[in-house]
């Protein structure tokens, strides 16, 4: 089992920056972990936006977040970081942390594919 909790989320303008954090904690969780970010906004489905495939630490973006966005982690205090910048309007939503130690690259994009989940912070960008 693996237990994920995000922080860092809040109300912020638009062009501002944001740091999100989750920390994970359980027996399955090691470095080879593939760990990863994904954002739901109210009456659209959970689509992905960033990842760190397993321990080789190679990254994967949105195409929307490219740029702007970046994932790392820290292996010696397993918690993952998502560092938004010039966030946008249409950034709003929950951001949830996931951890999966199976999945393979080409599931890395469906949600429905990823074991674990946080219960998610709520980012508001506004104008």
């Known amino acids: 089992q693996v237990q994920l909790v995000e922080s860092g989320g809040g109300l912020v303008q638009a062009g501002a920056s944001l740091r999100l954090s989750c920390a994970a904690s359980?027996?399955?969780?090691?470095?080879?972990?593939?760990v990863g970010w994904f954002r739901q906004a109210p009456g659209r489905e959970r689509e992905f936006v960033a990842a760190?495939?397993?321990?080789?630490?190679?990254?994967y973006y949105a195409d929307s977040v490219k740029g702007r966005f970046s994932i790392s982690r820290d292996n010696a205090k397993n918690t993952v970081s998502l560092v938004m910048n010039s966030l946008k309007l249409e950034d709003t939503g929950v951001y949830y942390c996931?951890?999966?130690?199976?999945?393979?690259?080409?599931?890395?994009?469906?949600?429905?594919?990823?074991?674990?989940w946080g219960q998610g912070t709520q980012v508001t960008v506004s104008s």
């Open positions: 996931a951890a999966d130690s199976t999945i393979i690259l080409s599931s890395l994009y469906e949600a429905q594919h990823w074991d674990y």
């Open positions: 359980g027996d399955t969780f090691s470095r080879s972990t593939t």
């Open positions: 760190i495939f397993r321990s080789y630490g190679r990254t």
